[in-house]
């Protein structure tokens, strides 16, 4: 096995090879997802991108202990394929979650506008971790929730007052991409990384699927995203990715961390 804490300047296959089955407690999973971004996200045809989505994934599963959870990042359409593939493999379906980019205004004549990505969760079996208290957000209706927190509102018979953490947390997730957050002016600006993830997201994925001491497993980690939230929140994490200057600016980030 690869040593924790370390990520890792390698393709995912050749890393996933290098991983003890049944040793990760939860793999947060960004992959390419065939847009054509870049040349690591471009492939001779989509039979061809699905065919090598379905071997890493396939590589990846075994790695998870009978208690792990997989979340994995794609477009809403690819993910209907994803979801298919990872039911064949008796995975149990947990949440489609839309992540709602907050990416300022498409310009789709034809169709509606693309705003969203979609993460699949998934666990191995029905014993997993799931920290729902960890991961709660504010009531939206915050006047009705004030007068709730005074009196309580009436339910079933029973008096309901509101939690002061906030609501459970729901499958529509709303972050602003960092393209966007970055942006000048409203121009995009150059990243150093194409498609970095928004840090709170990554976290609340973690918060709620490991616990304290867990190692997290990334095998497209980027900009490093997963491995600084997971080092933030005291948990191991292991990752590679494909390209040496994304290896570089991650080491750079997770070192400032
Ligand atoms: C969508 S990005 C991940 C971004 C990351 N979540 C972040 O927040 O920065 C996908 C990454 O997969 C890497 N990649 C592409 N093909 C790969 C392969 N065969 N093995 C390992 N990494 C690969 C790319 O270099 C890219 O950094």
């Known amino acids: 096995m690869l040593p924790i804490n370390s990520i890792y300047h390698l393709d995912c296959f050749k890393f996933l090879n290098k991983i003890n089955d049944g040793s990760i407690d939860l793999a947060v ?8 971004k870049a040349e690591w ?8 991108f699905f065919q090598w ?13 009978q208690t792990g959870s997989v979340y994995i990042f794609n477009t809403p359409y690819n993910s209907a394929f994803i979801l298919q593939h990872l ?14 980019k907050r990416d300022g205004l498409g310009s789709s004549k034809r169709k509606y506008s693309n705003g969203q990505e979609t993460i699949l969760f998934f666990t ?3 014993k997993y971790t799931f920290n729902y208290d960890d991961i709660r957000v504010p009531y939206e209706s915050t006047e009705r929730i004030d007068h709730a927190a005074k009196k309580g509102i009436l339910k079933n018979g029973k008096r309901w ?12 997730w709303h972050f602003p991409s960092e393209r966007h957050v970055t942006k000048v002016n409203g121009k995009v600006q150059k990243l150093p990384h194409i498609t970095p993830k928004p840090l709170a997201m990554i976290e609340r994925i973690i918060k709620a699927s490991s616990n304290i001491g867990d190692i997290v497993l990334d095998c497209f ?16 994490f292991i990752g590679a990715d494909s390209n040496l200057s994304y290896i570089k600016l991650a080491q750079q980030k997770i070192n400032h961390e």
């Open 29 to 36: 999973i960004d992959p390419p997802y065939n847009m054509r």
């Open 41 to 48: 996200d471009t492939f001779v045809s989509e039979t061809d």
């Open 53 to 65: 989505t379905f071997s890493w994934i396939d590589a990846l599963l075994p790695k998870l202990k």
């Open 87 to 100: 039911s064949h493999r008796k995975l149990i379906f947990q949440n489609w979650i839309t992540w709602d």
């Open 124 to 126: 191995k079996s029905k």
């Open 161 to 172: 007052f509101p939690n002061p953490n906030g609501r459970f947390c729901g499958e529509v």
């Open 221 to 236: 980690i980027g900009s490093g995203t997963t491995a600084i939230a997971a080092k933030k929140l005291e948990r191991n």
